[in-house]
């Protein structure tokens, strides 16, 4: 069964950083895209960056770009999501997905993982 879990979520403070992790079961996370989204108590579910499994090109929300870095280890069979001077406005549950492209619509991917709590609170 493909399975994906997430990890590294936590506290920090406004202006802070954390790591997140994503890493599969069930199937080689190699040969997908990662997609990272995230959603807030009462909003959707956004899109907050991609790479791609074909030349590890990479896209950003507006909102995080400058200060959000995805990245994959192949190694490792890993996908990571930096996340730089953190913003309150960024605490949400974070989401790691794979599919064969970085798909706009979140309906198109169909591979989710779990979710991770990310609160950013002095």
């Known amino acids: 069964q493909a399975q994906l879990v997430e990890s590294g979520g936590g506290l920090v403070q406004p202006g802070g950083a954390l790591r997140l992790s994503c890493a599969a079961s069930?199937?080689?996370?190699?040969?997908?895209?990662v997609g990272w989204f995230r959603q807030a108590p009462g909003k959707e579910r956004e899109v907050v960056a991609c790479?791609?499994?074909?030349?590890?090109?990479?896209t950003y929300a507006d909102s995080v770009k400058g200060r959000f870095t995805v990245s994959r280890d192949n190694a490792k069979h890993t996908a990571y999501l930096q996340m730089n001077s953190l913003k309150p406005e960024d605490t949400a549950v974070y989401y790691c997905?794979?599919?064969?492209?970085?798909?706009?619509?979140?309906?198109?991917?169909?591979?989710w993982g779990q979710g991770t709590q990310v609160t950013v609170s002095s």
């Open positions: 997905a794979a599919e064969f492209e970085c798909y706009s619509e979140l309906a198109d991917w169909d591979t």
């Open positions: 069930g199937f080689d996370l190699n040969y997908y895209a």
């Open positions: 790479i791609s499994e074909s030349d590890d090109s990479t």
